[in-house]
């Protein structure tokens, strides 16, 4: 029996574009992220946090809280001492180059000696009803002796700072010297030309829609723990919080049906994953707790925050001849998550980007400050690469008079010298990117931009065109299993280890599923967003999804066609090596006898051989997307405000799953760009160490009318180190729109003789430098 041509119209597979099978189910709100759930018996947290930067505690007093209406428990870090709870270590402890240890302080549960941002967590109390729980809060009181704090990477390591954690002396955490330096002491030697910039890659806090969150359960009789919780990183996080209380990993469920985004702010454990457990252990009924936004711009993981001294040298002609970059990372109070990671290892990776540089030599500095702790968010570590040098290129190409275009084109690596290894030793498999840079610039119409900058001027505005070519290493964990499921109603259950947040995977997924298989994609059912589903799995982060689990299925396939064409050849009749298999039938070759996968599947229960088939994984490469952004901005001289005026980009994400999902990843993220280059700014006052962009009232995320209509385009080679080809496609516009639009800007400003500008390009700043051309 073959598919009948109805059910073929019903299979989408790699290259189309069906509607996302989630979003009717989303948008009628029929989804379950973590507030919709009901739980018999359920108690509320609150999580008292520290209202100073830098103090030593003297005491907590609880008795008053603890006799207020409806409270069930006040838990401090006395109590989590006593039940023999550990602290959150970092997932990176050493240097992933050379394995030299990290300095560290592990971040307690709950404070107990010393306070070291504010906002850090330093009791929790649980209440029959969250109203009672606030109450309560107010109610405890803790004596506090208030230390100098320090919010930048430069303040901690002046001399005199104050010392933040006794396990990492002067504040330094790494502190890591690589590359060529003897290669590229002489190439600058020998250089008619030589560019530095200071660049401030600044801090920004993440804000997905729906905040962190989650909602514990202990069973008694099986000692067992659940937590519903809002992450992207189940099976990891999951791993670690375990360890923090103690038990064993399988001891821990954790459970993340519906995830409302999560941007890298999920990627990691936090201490309230583990608090909120305890808490459910100790009071003997569910516990939940979901942030307030004040608390998610005080304590969630914050990204970026990279300052770097960097210089390029070029020959006569413009080539490029070494780099020198001198960088520090501000990590916050607690080294967390990947922190030191993404400075040995993402960072490193990529310098050089698709630009042919013989030497290049790094200073990576990590240290600690009093702020939230550093995590992840699109791009880490590539990002602040990709920032540093298309900064410095536009930069040389204006002081020693080089067409940017043309000082680009002829520094990239050709297609024909593919796959490339740069000077570290990393190898990049495919892409064209010459190629990609001209698709962009005739798309974006750059002959025209001369008549469109004349009519700005007219209009009494400043206009500017600037690009960037990105490029970044997607995978993430490098392990991922799936488990594929024929089930008796003739469905197929894919039970994944990485999660949707919000990506299209309900769709996508089975696409590719489909297009192996050749069966209709109504058929498919994702299941995912439980550690008990399935063994083990690398969660979302690194744009890792598609390319992980994806390879996991198309391998996984290869075996059940494999199992299948035995059982086919018994039903058949035939020779296993007369059996092909074709839009999801077994087919005698040269006849028109034919056996569907379905019934195959229903056979091989039947017989004790089922189809069903787990495949696990561990890569040995990462995908290479890459891609040029320009830009057009007008500015207002009167307001400093800058407007977007054209966005266009051609990118290259290899094979596309599903076109229309990878646009709107990639239009996201060129949102979330453009809100760090021209509104976003995680600020802290220096003295205090108290953040001053708390709110939505100070902290501007991009809206509809700050951006223009995005032109995107795409130019993609297939990738060579995954079956499918395909590359991570969500990342792109938040490595690429910061520098592009800088570049922009710079161009917009650079006949008043303005030669830097450090981002959010707020009205303000472009206003007072404005105002400083004028007055020069």
Not at 70 to 77: D, F, P, S
Not at 169 to 182: E, Q, Y
Not at 514 to 539: C, F, K, S
Not at 713 to 725: A, K, S
Request: proline share 5%.
């Amino acid at each position: 029996m073959t598919l009948s041509t109805s059910a073929l119209s019903q299979r989408s597979t790699i290259g189309d574009s069906p509607r996302r099978r989630e979003d009717a189910r989303l948008i009628t709100g029929a989804g379950s992220y973590l507030d919709d759930l009901h739980f018999d018996g359920l108690a509320h947290a609150v999580v008292l946090r520290s209202p100073h930067a830098h103090a030593w505690i003297h005491g907590t007093h609880t008795d008053a809280a603890q006799r207020a209406p409806g409270v069930l428990a006040v838990l401090t870090a006395v109590d989590a001492a006593h039940d023999k709870l550990g602290p959150l270590r970092p997932y990176a402890e050493a240097n992933v180059q050379t394995g030299e240890p990290f300095a560290f302080a592990p971040q307690p549960l709950l404070a107990a000696t010393k306070v070291r941002f504010a906002g850090e967590p330093m009791a929790l109390i649980v209440a029959e009803t969250q109203a009672q729980a606030l109450d309560a809060a107010e109610l405890v009181e803790i004596d506090y002796e208030p230390l100098a704090a320090v919010t930048t990477g430069a303040a901690a390591q002046a001399a005199g700072a104050p010392v933040i954690a006794d396990e990492v002396p002067g504040n330094v955490c790494l502190d890591w010297r690589t590359g060529d330096s003897a290669g590229v002491a002489a190439a600058f030697a020998c250089a008619n030309h030589i560019v530095r910039l200071k660049l401030d890659n600044h801090r920004i806090t993440i804000n997905p829609m729906e905040p962190r969150g989650c909602v514990g359960q202990f069973d008694a009789a099986s000692g067992r723990y659940t937590l519903h919780v809002s992450s992207q990183n189940i099976h990891i996080n999951r791993n670690h919080v375990a360890r923090a209380l103690g038990v064993e990993p399988a001891r821990v469920r954790f459970i993340a049906p519906d995830v409302g985004g999560g941007f890298g702010a999920k990627n990691f454990a936090y201490a309230e994953h583990a608090l909120i457990l305890w808490a459910a252990r100790r009071v003997g009924r569910p516990v939940k707790w979901i942030a307030s936004r004040s608390e998610v711009f005080l304590s969630d993981h914050a990204a970026r925050d990279v300052t770097a001294e960097a210089a390029l040298a070029l020959d006569r002609d413009g080539r490029f001849l070494a780099l020198e970059v001198s960088s520090v990372a501000n990590l916050g109070a607690y080294m967390v998550g990947a922190g030191g990671g993404v400075q040995t290892y993402q960072y490193v990776h990529l310098q050089g980007t698709v630009y042919r540089l013989p030497s290049i030599a790094l200073h990576v500095v990590a240290v600690l400050s009093n702020t939230a702790p550093i995590g992840v968010t699109r791009g880490p570590g590539f990002a602040e690469t990709v920032n540093i040098l298309e900064r410095l290129i536009d930069a040389a190409a204006l002081r020693f008079g080089f067409d940017r275009s043309e000082l680009r084109r002829r520094n990239m690596v050709p297609a024909d010298a593919m796959p490339m290894t740069n000077s570290f030793g990393f190898q990049v498999d495919s892409g064209t990117f010459p190629q990609t840079f001209d698709q962009a610039l005739a798309r974006a119409d750059v002959a025209g931009f001369a008549a469109r900058r004349r009519e700005s001027e007219s209009a009494g505005r400043l206009r500017g065109m600037g690009f960037a070519y990105h490029i970044k290493g997607t995978g993430g964990s490098p392990d991922e299993n799936v488990d594929v499921r024929f089930e008796a109603d003739g469905t197929i259950s894919l039970i994944t280890g990485t999660q949707h947040i919000g990506q299209g995977h309900e769709t996508t997924f089975p696409q590719i599923l489909a297009h192996r298989l050749g069966v209709p994609n109504e058929r498919i059912r994702l299941r995912q967003g439980d550690t008990d589903l399935i063994v083990a799995g690398g969660g979302h982060g690194s744009s890792r999804a598609t390319y992980m689990g994806g390879t996991a299925m198309w391998r996984a396939s290869d075996r059940i066609i494999a199992k299948g064409t035995a059982l086919a050849a018994d039903a058949l009749e035939a020779a296993e090596a007369d059996i092909r298999f074709a839009d999801g039938s077994f087919v005698v070759s040269g006849t028109d006898r034919a056996i569907g996968l379905i019934e195959v599947a229903a056979l091989g229960r039947a017989r004790g051989e089922p189809l069903d088939t787990y495949h696990a994984w561990t890569r040995e490469h990462l995908t290479f997307p890459n891609g040029a952004h320009v830009v057009e901005v007008e500015i207002d001289r009167e307001t400093g405000r800058v407007t977007l005026a054209r966005y266009t980009a051609v990118d290259d994400y290899g094979v596309l799953v599903n076109p229309m999902i990878a646009t709107g990843q990639a239009h996201g993220a060129m949102a979330q760009g453009v809100g760090q280059a021209l509104l976003e700014h995680a600020a802290y006052d220096p003295g205090s160490g108290q953040m001053v962009a708390g709110s939505f009232m100070d902290y501007a995320l991009p809206r509809a009318d700050d951006l223009p209509s995005f032109d995107l385009g795409f130019n993609g080679t297939p990738c060579t180190t995954n079956p499918l080809g395909v590359k991570g496609c969500g990342e792109a516009g938040a490595i690429a729109a910061f520098p592009a639009i800088a570049n922009a800007i710079l161009d917009a400003l650079a006949p008043l003789g303005v030669e830097g500008i450090d981002g959010p390009a707020t009205p303000d700043r472009i206003w007072r430098a404005l105002q400083q051309a004028e007055a020069r």
